[in-house]
C-alpha cells in the first residue's frame, strides 16, 4: 500500500461544503495522489448575433445544475478553470479533468489546453453510446466527452510513471454508459464505472483522490470502494445531502 500524503489541516474522508479554491488553500504542495473531477460546463452561456450571451436555465438532460447558473462570461469562466488546474496541479500529480466541448466552454477550453501545454500528458475520449439531439439546428450532436489529463512531472512523455495496466490493454476510448440519475437536481451524474476505471488504472489502495466539483459523490463512493481516501468540495447543500445519503450506502467492496 502506497503511503498516503500529508494534507495538513484538511481531514481524509471528507466532502467540504464550500468553493474549491477554499479548500485548496488548505492543502500542502504534492498532498494528493490524483484528481478526478467533472466541472460544470457552462451551458447557459450562449450566442445571439455572433456574440456571447446568457439565457436563462431550463431543466433538460444536457444541464449539471439546476441551482446555478453555468453562464459565466467566456473570460471569467476561463479565468476560474485556468486558476484551478493550476491549483490542481499544485497540489497533485495527476489530474483528470472531465469537460464537454460546449458553445459555452470550448474557446476557454482550447485556450486552456493552450497554456497548460507542457502539463498535457493525454486525452482520453469518452464514449457514452449514443449523442443527445442537439439543442440547435446544423449542430451536430455532442456524443463524446474529454479527459484531459495532467501530469506535473513527466507530461512531455506518453507513459505514466505510475500505472496499474499491461502495455496493450487499456485504449484511449472509453465506453462508458451516462451515470444513473441520484437526484432531481442533477441530471447529468459522473458515472462510477468511469471513476473505476480511472481510480482502478492509475491508483492505489491507501491513495488520496481530491475532486473540487464534487457534485453528487460518485469520485468519493467510487473511493471509498476502492479503499482509496477522498477530498472533496462541493458548494451546492441540496448535493451536500445526496453525498451523504451515497456515502452512507457504501460497503467497502471492489466493483
Known sequence: MRQTKNVTDIELNKVYNENCLETLKKMKDGSV???????PYNMNLRIRNGKYCSRQIVKELSTKYSNFDDNLPIDEYYELHLNIL??????????FYNI???????RAIFK????LSDYLKDIVIWDKGHGQPAMAERVMNRRTEL???FDKNNAISRQFDKCNFNRGTLDDLWLIKRGQK??????????EQLVYT??????????IIYDPFMGTGSTAVVSKKLKRNYIGSEISNEYMK?????LSAVSETLF
Request: zero cysteines.
Open 86 to 95: 493550476k491549483e490542481l496541479l499544485r497540489v497533485s500529480d495527476m489530474v
Open 182 to 191: 441520484v437526484s432531481s437536481e442533477h441530471g447529468a451524474v459522473f458515472p
Open 242 to 246: 445526496v453525498i451523504n445519503e451515497r
Open 198 to 207: 480511472i481510480l482502478n488504472n492509475f491508483t492505489n489502495e491507501g491513495d
Open 100 to 106: 464537454q466541448i460546449v458553445t459555452g466552454s470550448k
Open 33 to 39: 495522489n490524483a484528481v478526478i473531477t467533472s466541472p
Open 112 to 115: 486552456i489546453i493552450g497554456n
Open 147 to 149: 479527459i484531459l489529463i
